[in-house]
């Protein structure tokens, strides 16, 4: 048995969880182009807004929290899409130029 | 996700079990797959593709949209040797999310003063490797050069196909424990894989800086291993 990092986001999900608070998983599911975090990664939020991990460099992961918080609301999780050719992406694009799909459940 | 998936697979993750995470995105549920575990069908193929490669992917099964997220055990590093590098490295490898432990037998350098909140052992690494086996997802850096230290989980990690062996000495120090592994009876081209002298040629001149070459090594051999395959 090791030890996973402390800031290891599905552990912090878990303890958050345990602690009776309501969580989302952010996880990256497809990647075009340059994208700075590869399929799989996770990006964790509670029902306050805290989160650990990213799903970016750091672009995207306001939007992701904010859907998050619906997310937890309803139960229905959602696929987000962040990029160039996005409209969305003039406010909350990927600088890099690549895009990303992000999938967001709540853990139940 | 629900709790319990969630659970299983950080149990696992700490446990160094490799685990796919079989997530329905239309649906919504979720599944953990152990390694070795059986599964039918197409999505059987599809899960030994993932362990294969470590990459996460997103899949039709049967016209069900699945996302196939994989959770390798972190690569673990042992040093033998509890001196100076040993000691930035320590500090150094669970930064870059590496695991690490220490195994040297003599108890005046691996004391815990030394090596605080370091999984440290004070015995022969014929001893620990043996209650604690080395593997693909392993690291092996021989910092002593003692060949009686140094040389048994030498030749050790290259039968265990560890991703990376590396050997502090200089230049001449490595040409006899060259030869010692050829004696052994090991081949030259397992013997070419030892990383000597050890770390990226960075001009490193202090114990830190050599630390820093050493762990910058194991990531460069890491990040470009043939696809682990399970056996």
């Known amino acids: ?30 990647t075009w ?16 807004g805290n989160f650990e991990g990213s799903v970016s460099g750091g672009c995207v992961e306001g939007a992701v929290i904010a859907e998050a918080q619906e997310v937890i609301g309803s139960g229905e999780p959602k696929m987000l899409e962040f990029g160039v ?6 406010r909350v694009g990927l600088s890099c130029g690549g895009t990303i799909r992000v999938y967001v459940e709540r853990l139940g | 996700m629900d709790i319990g998936s969630l659970r299983t697979l950080n149990a696992a993750r700490k446990n160094r079990q490799a685990a796919v995470l079989v997530t329905d995105m239309d649906a919504g549920g979720s599944r953990v797959i152990l390694e070795g575990e059986v599964v039918a069908g197409s ?29 390798l055990p ?35 350098f691996a004391t815990p003063e030394r090596f605080a909140d370091v999984e440290l052992t004070a ?17 092996l850096v021989a910092v ?3 060949p009686k230290i140094d040389d048994f989980p030498i030749a050790d990690a290259l039968h265990k196909g560890c991703f990376y062996v590396g050997a502090l000495g200089s230049r001449k120090t490595h040409a006899k424990r060259v030869a010692r592994l050829q004696e052994q009876g090991l081949s030259d081209a397992a013997i070419a894989r030892i ?3 050890i770390g990226l040629d960075i001009g490193a001149a202090t114990p830190q800086e050599i630390a820093v070459a050493i762990l910058a090594q194991i990531v460069q051999a890491y990040r470009r291993r043939d696809i682990v395959t399970t056996e």
């Open chain 2, 195 to 197: 990383a000597a002298p």
């Open chain 1, 85 to 90: 050719a996005d409209e969305t992406a003039w």
């Open chain 2, 74 to 108: 972190p690569p673990r590093i042992v040093v033998i040797g509890a001196v100076h590098i040993s000691q930035a490295l320590a500090r150094l490898a669970p930064i870059a999310g590496y695991d690490l432990a220490i195994i040297d037998p003599r108890t005046a």
């Open chain 2, 123 to 139: 015995d022969w690494p014929e001893d620990v490797l043996t209650a604690r086996p080395l593997d693909a997802y392993s690291a």
């Open chain 1, 1 to 30: 048995m090791s030890d996973l990092d402390p800031l290891d986001p599905l552990q912090i999900a878990e303890e958050w969880r345990t602690q009776g608070r309501s969580v989302a998983i952010a996880t990256v599911i497809d």
């Open chain 2, 43 to 71: 999505l059987g193929d599809h899960v030994a593709a993932a362990f294969r490669s470590g990459k996460a992917a997103a899949v039709d099964v049967a016209g069900r949209n699945l996302f196939l997220n994989v959770y």
């Open chain 2, 144 to 146: 002593t050069h003692d």
């Open chain 1, 33 to 48: 182009g340059s994208a700075p975090r590869a399929a799989g990664s996770h990006l964790v939020i509670d029902e306050n």
